[in-house]
Every structure is written in C-alpha cells, then in structure tokens.
C-alpha cells in the first residue's frame, strides 16, 4: 500500500513512473490482490499497454488476499481489451476435462470458456469417497498395486498427490 499511498499524495511520482513503463505485463493475475491491481492500472495509466495473463479457475489464494474480482473485473476497468482464452489443454485426457468442466462449471461468477484436447479421452476417472484417512491410503495403495499387475505400468509411471502433509502418514503406512 505505500507505493500507492506515495502515488496518491504525489501524482508526479505516479506520472514519472507511469509514462517511464511503455508495458506493463502480470502473470497469474487471478492471484493479485487489491492493492497489486490498483498498482497495475496506476503504472499503466499513461500508456494504456497493460497485459495480463489468468484462469479464474485456478484461483486458489483468497487466504493471501487475491481477489478473484481483479480478473472477472477487467474488461469492465480496461474497456476495448482483447481478450483472448486459452482453451486447448495440451496435457489432459478427454475424461479428466469433462469432469474437471463438470466441477469448476459449479462455481458463481466464471466466465464460460470451453476446453477441449485433441488428446485420446484416456482411462476413465474413478470417483472414490472414503470415511477417513487411513481408509483413504489404503484405496490408493490398492489402486496402485491393481495397476501395477499388468505390463502397461511401472513404479515410476505412478505419482501420489496430496492436499495436506498430514495426509503422508497414512499414504506412507498403506504403502
């Protein structure tokens, strides 16, 4: 905030800086927070060449205080924008789309996009809901061991995602 505290209080400080960045490009904007997107429209206040890259799908830090309004908002703050949406996913398969889709489409105030891959639709995804944690690592280390009596896999084909460290120890017993 004191960067656009100085601005405020002095609007030639915010007009040398503003005319002396002829660009100004942000990545991962869906994780900006309020006072970033102020900074972003202050610095580009003279030339009017601000670009900017974002999914509000994945926007996942509203607990460091990103503002997913600072993505959904822009074109309303930078009337004329082109705006131009990624939509080919090069690394999923066809059923891990439809059923991300299926899920992020949920979510109150996206804008609608459609991905799609040229990818083959790929193994089916397995939805699997356990009581608690152990039961969890134990599905995991079954799905694992399943998919490793065939020719198809090996170890290092295989990865373990998860959320929390906590949940390490169970996976870490089961296995």
Not at 84 to 90: A, D, G, W
Not at 132 to 139: D, I, K, S
């Amino acid at each position: 905030g004191g960067t656009l505290e100085m601005f405020g209080t002095h609007a030639e400080v915010q007009q040398r800086y503003a005319e002396r960045y002829l660009h100004t490009r942000i990545d991962e904007f869906q994780h900006t927070n309020v006072v970033q997107y102020r900074l972003a429209r202050a610095l580009s206040s003279v030339h009017h060449n601000l670009t900017v890259v974002g999914d509000p799908d994945q926007s996942i830090y509203s607990w460091r205080a990103a503002d997913i309004r600072n993505l959904l908002d822009f074109e309303r703050d930078f009337p004329g924008a082109t705006v131009v949406l990624l939509e080919q996913n090069y690394r999923s398969t066809g059923h891990i789309l439809r059923v991300a889709h299926a899920v992020i489409a949920r979510a109150e105030g996206r804008p609608e996009k459609s991905l799609w891959t040229a990818n083959a639709d790929g193994e089916r995804v397995v939805e699997y809901e356990a009581t608690y944690g152990e039961e969890e690592a134990l599905f995991i280390a079954g799905e694992i061991q399943r998919l490793l009596r065939g020719d198809r896999y090996r170890t290092s084909d295989i990865a373990v995602m998860y959320r929390t460290n906590a949940q390490s120890r169970a996976i870490e017993e089961a296995f």
